[in-house]
C-alpha cells in the first residue's frame, strides 16, 4: 500500500508540491481535526434563551408529519398528535430523553478501511458539493449534469485528496431516468472513489438500494452494516414545521440499518423562517431536535447529525444569499446548540455567486472559517458548489480544495523544538544578511512550507508574459490535469460484478415506476 | 454633523443598502472591536520556550544599529555595545523593563475628534495599503504610482467607510521630487480624509514635518501634540537583525513628539529569518523587542505597537509568499507575544497574486480571519494590497471593505430579545408556509441583513442576460461611483493655508537635498 493509500495523516503542512505534469497527485489530508476550541458566539444565557424559545415552539406549536407511520411512533412515545392536522406537538422533557438516546461520536466505514472517518468531537469532514441540477465549466459554461459529469466530478474530488466523504449526488445526471437515477448514483460513488459514500435518500426504496448496494461494495452482511455505519444522507425538514412522507421513509429505513441521517431543516431567514437570526435558529433547532427525538424512538441509537442551513434572502428580491454575515453566525451558534445536546453536527461551505470570482471566493472563505471554527463536523457541499447549489463547478472544486488545505495546514501542529526555534541559526547570519544558502534553510526548505496548487505567486512580469492567466483559469488546466492522472481505486472484479448485477435487477423491477 | 459624520457604531450589521447611483455612500463601520476572544494558537508552555530563544538572541547576537546616538542610548542603560560592530547585546531584565514602560493601550487623535481611535484591547482597526510603488485598475493596468493615484485612493478608501487610519503613502507618488513627496503625502492625507494619519517617516526631517504639518491639522501647537498621538507610522527592521540609521531617526523623532510607531520586523521565513515559522518569531520577536526596548530608553511611555509581518518565500523561487497557512500562524503568535507584553499589534491583510481573483482573494481572506480573531490593533494593508504590496489596486479596495464589512456584521452583537427569537411569529405561519408576508418579517427586513456592496445574488439567467458580470468587473464600477460621490470633509481655510504655507516653505528649504 502506497503511503498515498494509507491516509497518513499530514502534520507538518509540508508535504512536497504536487507535479502534476507527471501525474503526481496532491498527497490526500486525511483525517482532520481542529485543535482549538470551537469559537463561541453566544454566552451560555442566550443559548439558553434560544433553547428554551425551541421548546416553546414544540410544546406550543408542533410540526406536520407527513407520515401516519410516524406519527403513530410520536403518539405512542409521548406526543401530543392531531390527525386531523398531523401536527405532533412534544413536550421538552419527551425530546430530551429521546435525542439524548443518539450516539455523540461514531465512525462511518468506507470499502477501504482506511478511509474510516469521524463524526463528532473536534473530527472536520469535508463532502463533496450535493445534488446541483448543473454543471459548469470554463470550457462549456453551464448546462444541465450527465452522468459523464458526475463521474468526473467523483473523480476530480478523489484526486483532489481533500473529500473524507463524498457524494449526495455530486451533480444531478439529468440524462439518466428518475426512477433508477439513484442506482446509477450510488455506484459512481463506489466505483469511483474508496471514501464513505454520502447518499440521497428519498423514499424508502431508495434508501434501501443504497444499503444493499454498500453492503455489496464492503462485502459484508446486512446485519453487520447495522452495526457499522457506512452510509450519509441529508435530510431536509420543508420549514416551515412540515416534513415529507419520502423523506421520512428514508430516514426510517436508515435508521433500522444503523445508517447515518444528517437533519437538517432548510430555514432561509425571511422566507422559510423567521426574517430574524435568532428566529431562524430556534425554528431550526425545533425542527431538527424533533425529527431526531422521532428518529431515535423508532431506532434507539441511530446515528444522526444536528443539521443547520440557515442563511438569509436579500429582502429585495427574495433571492437566497450565502456565506453571509448572517450565515455565519448561524453556523458558529448551530454548532454551539450542537454541542449542547452531544449532537454531531453538519453544516456547509456555500455562496450565491455566479461564477467562479471574488464573491464566490469570499463567501466560501466566510463559510470556512464559520465551518471549521464552529467545529462541523460534516462540511456537505464542501468544493464545487456554485449559484447557491444550483451549479456544480469544477473550477470551484479545485479552489475549495485550495483553501480547505490551507487551513488544514495553518491549524496543523507546529515544530517548536529548539532546531526549529534556531537561535543558533539566526546566530549564524551576520546582520542584514540572508538565510538563503544556510543549512538550517537547504536542509529544510523542500517541506517546510505549505505548496499550494493554485497560487501563482511568479512577480508582476513573469506573470504578464505567462499570459496573465488568473486563479479560476489556472484551476481549469488543473481540473484537466487531475482527470489525467485520476488512478481508480482498487475493487474486487466479483464486487463489481455484485453491483452491476443488484443495479440490472432493480433497474428491471423500477422500470415502470412513476417519477 | 450628519449620523455619517459623527461615526455612530453599527451594533446591527444592518445598514440600508447604500444606494450609489444617487450618490449615496455606505455608513462608515465606526469603531470595531472584537468580542469574541483571541485565537491561541501555542500554550503556554511553547509561547515561553519561543520567548526564551528570542531573548537568548538578544543576549547572544544581539542587534547592529547603525546610529552612533542610538548605540550611545542603548549603552548607557545597560546594553552591551560592541562599536566596532555596531552590535548591542542586552539582557532580558533591562529588556523587559523598558518594554514595560511602552503603553499597553493609547487613543490617535484624528483632525476630527470623531475619529479619534484606539489601539489596544479588542480594537481592531484598519489602515490601508501602504507604499507600493504602483496603482492597478481594470482600465488602465498596472503603471507607476502619481499624486493624482493617491488622492484617488484616499478619496476611494474615505468612502468606503472602513478604514480607521489612513496612509503610508497609500501609493508612492513617483511623478513627485523625492526629497519633498512625503510633504505631499502628508497633505494629501490630512486634507482627503478626516481620519488619524498614517505616514512614512524615513529620516528625521521627514518625521518631523510630518510631526509639524497635522498639528496644524488639529489645530494644536507641538506641546499638546506630545501628549496626543495624532500619527502612526511603521518601522521596518531590516532584518536580520539589523536597523538602519534613517529609521532610527524616525524612530527617535516621533518617540520625542509622543507619536505612535509600529515597529515591524520583515522576517520573510527562509530568506531574512530562518525557514521554520518557529525561527521567525524568535528573530521577530527579538528584533521588535529590543527596537521598543530602545524607544523607550530614549523616551519613556512613548507609543509604540509590536509588529509582526512574518511569511515566507516560495523555496522554489525565492519570491515572497503572502496569506499563507505560515502567515496566519504568525499572525496569531504574533499577537499572543504582544499580549504577553502587553504591546498593541501591528498586522496587515496580504496577498501576492497579480490580479484581483480568487486568489487574491482567498490569501486576503486567510489573513483578515488571522488578525481579526488574532487582535491585531492596526492592519496596515488593510485595503487595496495585491502582488504582495507592489501594487495599490482600486478594485482589490473595493473587495477588501466588502470583506471587511461582513466581518465587522458577523461579529456584531445579535438581537436575542423574545421578538427576535419568534416564538409567536413561528407559530403564526402554517406549516409549509412562508413568511414573506408576515407583520413580523415587514417590520424588520428593511435593516434584517447586511447589505452587501459587491456581491451579486440575482439567478444565473437575469446575471447572463446582464453581462456576466463578476465580481472585480463590479468593483469597478463601484469605485467610480464612490469617487463621484466622495464628499471632502471640511477643513476651515486657514487651515489648509496652514498646511500650504507649510509645503511651500519646506519645498523651498529641501529643494536641493539629494534624494
Known sequence: MSARQGGRRRTRGGAARPDRSSGQLPEPIGVFRNPLPPVELLDAT????????????????????????????????????????????????????FVGRAPETFTVHARNPDRNTIMGGNYI??????????????????????????VDLIKLNHSLGVCHTMGGSVVEPMDLPVPTRHLDNAYAILKYTDRPAFVRTVSEFRAKDAIEMVAIARGVSLDRLRTECSLLTSFNVNSPRRVDEELLEGLLCFGEYGQAVAITPFTLAGAM???????????????????????????????????GFTSNVDMKTGAPAFGTPEYVKAVLIGGQIARHFKLPYRSSNVNASNCVDAQSTYESAMSLWAVIMGHANIVHHGLGWLEGGLSASME?????????????????????????????????????????????????????????????????????????????????????????????????????????????RRKHELKDVQP
Open 46 to 97: 442566550d443559548l439558553n434563551r434560544l433553547i428554551d424559545a425551541a421548546f416553546r415552539v414544540l410544546q406550543e406549536s408542533g410540526l406536520e408529519f407527513l407520515s401516519v407511520r410516524c406519527l403513530d411512533i410520536l403518539e405512542k412515545n409521548g406526543c401530543k398528535v392531531d390527525r386531523e392536522t398531523g401536527i405532533a406537538r412534544m413536550d421538552r422533557a419527551t425530546v430530551e430523553h
Open 273 to 307: 423562517s423567521p426574517v430574524t437570526v435568532a428566529g431562524s435558529l430556534v425554528q431550526q433547532t425545533a425542527e431538527a431536535l424533533s425529527v431526531i427525538a422521532l428518529s431515535q424512538m423508532a431506532n434507539p441509537g441511530a446515528p444522526v447529525l444536528f443539521g
Open 125 to 150: 469532514n469535508f463532502n463533496t458539493v450535493g445534488s446541483p441540477p448543473n454543471i459548469n465549466d470554463l470550457d462549456h459554461g453551464r448546462r444541465p449534469g450527465t452522468y459523464q459529469a458526475l
Open 396 to 504: 470551484k472544486c479545485v479552489i475549495d480544495a485550495e483553501m480547505i488545505r490551507q487551513w488544514v495546514a495553518a491549524l496543523a501542529p507546529m515544530d517548536l523544538s529548539d532546531e526549529a526555534l534556531g537561535v543558533d541559526a539566526i546566530a549564524g547570519v551576520e546582520p542584514g544578511g540572508h538565510f538563503f544558502g544556510e543549512a538550517h534553510t537547504l536542509d529544510r526548505f523542500e517541506t517546510a512550507f505549505y505548496q499550494p496548487m493554485v497560487s501563482d505567486w511568479r512577480n508582476f512580469e513573469t506573470w504578464e508574459e505567462a499570459g496573465a492567466i488568473n486563479a479560476t483559469q489556472r484551476a481549469n488546466v488543473i481540473w484537466k490535469q487531475m482527470l489525467e492522472a485520476y488512478e481508480e481505486p482498487p475493487m474486487d472484479e466479483a464486487v463489481d460484478e455484485g453491483l452491476q448485477d443488484f443495479m440490472k
